[in-house]
């Protein structure tokens, strides 16, 4: 859903939006989106996955941040400011950390869809990960039960690396060894 349509707020308006707002907003290219609050399912597969990939990354460089926390991206390819609040990150390079937010290009973006937003995250998003230089993106649909995971080519361009619907196990191919048995992530509660 969208705050602002014509494109024409700053950054720093973006910004002071925020400071009396409670609701998840990115900013891409003078467009404020805003976020729906997360479905008991979404959360529920949230968690798992980020104990999944806490579990995996002990003892590993690399870190996971969950939403919200900002990420503005940053690299050679982007025109403009694109700050975006990502499920789940996954960062190896700390040289684009502040205290605020992170600067650069996350290793790994794991979005997980909702029904009010599955746009935003399939092609608006997709394309500017796309676009910057994002790894490896994963889309968890908790509607289908289903995550499909696209990784960039040696063309800059997002390819399906794997893609799997409620049995088996899924793979990361930017984290080796990471994979996830998608019964134990979309398993009901007891």
């Known amino acids: 859903m969208t705050f602002s349509q014509n494109g024409n707020v700053s950054v720093e308006e973006f910004f002071q939006i925020r400071e009396t707002n409670e609701a998840i ?18 959360q529920r597969i949230s968690r798992r996955l980020e104990r999944f990939l806490e579990d995996f990354l002990d003892n590993k460089p690399c870190e996971m941040f969950h939403a919200p926390y900002d990420i503005q991206l ?6 403009g400011k694109k700050i975006v609040v990502p499920d789940i990150s996954i960062i190896c390079d700390k040289s684009g950390f502040t205290d605020e937010r992170y600067i650069g290009v996350p290793e790994l973006i794991v979005e997980i869809l909702s ?3 599955q746009s935003h995250d399939l092609v608006t998003k997709l394309n500017l990960y796309m676009d910057c230089g ?3 993106y994963w889309i968890v649909n908790p509607m289908l039960k289903a995550i499909t995971v ?11 690396h794997d893609m799997k619907t409620e049995t088996g196990s899924i793979h990361s191919k930017i984290l080796d060894g990471f ?7 979309f398993k009901q509660p007891v």
């Open 25 to 42: 907003m990115e900013y891409i290219d003078g467009i404020v989106y805003m976020s729906p609050s997360p479905s008991t399912k979404h």
């Open 74 to 79: 940053e690299s050679d390819k982007l025109k």
């Open 115 to 117: 029904p009010s937003n």
């Open 134 to 136: 994002v790894p490896e």
């Open 150 to 160: 696209y990784t960039i080519n040696d063309n800059g361009m997002y390819e399906q």
């Open 179 to 185: 994979r996830v048995e998608m019964e134990e992530l």
